[in-house]
């Protein structure tokens, strides 16, 4: 089995910060108001879907009819990028603190989950992970956090806790297709295979938004933490860094095709400000205000 690199690895260890709701409130930035669509309104409820290893250049020949369609009625970019080095760990921290680690300068960051906490949604998050580095992430006390396989049984048990909680936020990172990248190599028939196996698991979850009757108060967010080539996806290559980000549902564009090379640190304060909460100061990341519908 694969070992992921831990070239950069740093412990970040979460302490409370109090953040209000409130525009101007001291340790925030509002999202400002004259750049949101007139009458917005935050959404209920939101699920991030990161898949490790997945190649935003290998969507387009894929067997991937619910991300395909996801992206035709939302916003996206099949052409958004990671940090480098392009490698898990840097860049799952990175979309999750809204920053790259270079720009983390203490050690309680602020990520989505602090976030959420800190504005009285601890109860109403969970965080279901395969790659066991990831807990470093969030706190196992404060949320709810389940480990999960890339896998259909995984998949419908997401889908029965999503029917049942209804939770606000719902982060879900599955392993695949990475493994696969390294064990065959990017673009492979098995890579393909794979690549069709993950849009089965995002239509079971989305269902799953759809039997709970949220469906529609619901905004979907799908990218990934890196890309590849060959067997392998540590070197400077476009393909390597190159990733999807989509965003679908409640007050999203649709059909809105996103500037390439949008960087994934923003992906975070745009979850912030559709959920409706106030922008930690310190995130370097940007709100894309152009795909509000």
């Avoid at 290998?58 to 992206?71: E, F, H, L, S």
């Avoid at 050690?107 to 009285?120: A, H, V």
């Avoid at 990475?178 to 990017?186: E, L, N, R, Y």
């Avoid at 698991?201 to 989305?206: M, N």
Wanted: proline share 6%.
């Amino acid at each position: 089995m694969h070992v992921k690199s831990k070239s950069i690895s740093i412990l970040i260890v979460f302490s409370a910060l109090i953040i209000s709701f409130t525009a101007g409130c001291a340790g925030t930035k509002p999202a400002l108001a004259e750049n949101f669509p007139q009458g917005f309104v935050p959404v209920k409820h939101m699920v991030f879907i990161g898949l490790d290893g997945w190649g935003g250049a290998y969507i387009p020949k894929a067997k991937m009819p619910t991300v395909k369609r996801m992206m035709s009625h939302g916003a996206g970019t099949l052409d958004a990028r990671c940090i480098m080095p392009s490698i898990s760990w840097p860049n799952w921290s990175t979309l999750f603190y809204g920053t790259p680690p270079k720009q983390r300068d203490k050690e309680d960051f602020t990520s989505i989950f602090t976030l959420l906490i800190n504005n009285g949604q601890a109860k109403k998050t969970v965080f279901f992970y395969e790659w066991d580095e990831l807990i470093k992430l969030t706190s196992a006390k404060s949320i709810e956090n389940h480990e999960i396989l890339s896998d259909i049984e995984s998949a419908e048990k997401i889908a029965a806790y999503i029917k049942e909680q209804k939770p606000v936020f719902t982060a879900i990172s599955f392993d695949e297709p990475d493994h696969t990248g390294h064990t065959t190599h990017w673009g492979s028939k098995a890579y393909y295979a794979k690549l069709e196996e993950m849009d089965n698991l995002i239509s079971i979850i989305e269902q799953a938004y759809k039997d709970a009757g949220i469906y529609g108060d619901t905004v979907f967010v799908l990218s990934a933490d890196h890309g590849g080539s060959f067997d392998t996806h540590v070197l400077n290559f476009p393909v390597n860094r190159k990733i999807p980000m989509i965003f679908y549902g409640c007050g999203i564009k649709e059909g809105f095709v996103m500037a390439p090379r949008i960087n994934n640190y923003n992906i975070t304060p745009t979850m912030a400000a559709l959920l409706g909460m106030e922008i930690p100061p310190e995130w370097t990341g940007r709100i894309l205000y152009e795909i509000f519908k």
